[in-house]
C-alpha cells in the first residue's frame, strides 16, 4: 500500500512539475516576445524622432 502512495505521489508531482515547466516557458515566451515588441515599437519611434530632428535641422542649414 505504502509503494503505491508513493508512485502516485511521484507521478503527481511528475506531472505538476512539468506543467510548472510548461507555465514557466511560456511566461519567459510572453515576456520575450512582449520586449521584442515594445523594442521594435521603441526603436521605429525613435527612428521617427530622429527623422524629424534631422529634418529640422536641415531646415535651418
Keep these: 500500500m505504502h509503494h503505491i502512495i508513493l508512485a502516485l505521489l511521484s507521478i503527481t508531482s511528475g506531472r505538476l512539475s512539468l506543467l ?3 507555465l514557466f516557458k511560456a511566461l519567459i515566451f510572453n515576456v520575450q516576445s512582449t520586449l521584442y515588441i515594445l ?3 521603441t ?3 525613435l527612428n521617427l524622432l530622429f527623422k524629424h530632428i534631422g529634418s529640422e535641422n536641415f531646415k535651418y542649414t
Design 20 to 22: 510548472f515547466v510548461l
Design 39 to 41: 523594442k521594435k515599437s
Design 43 to 45: 526603436f521605429s519611434k
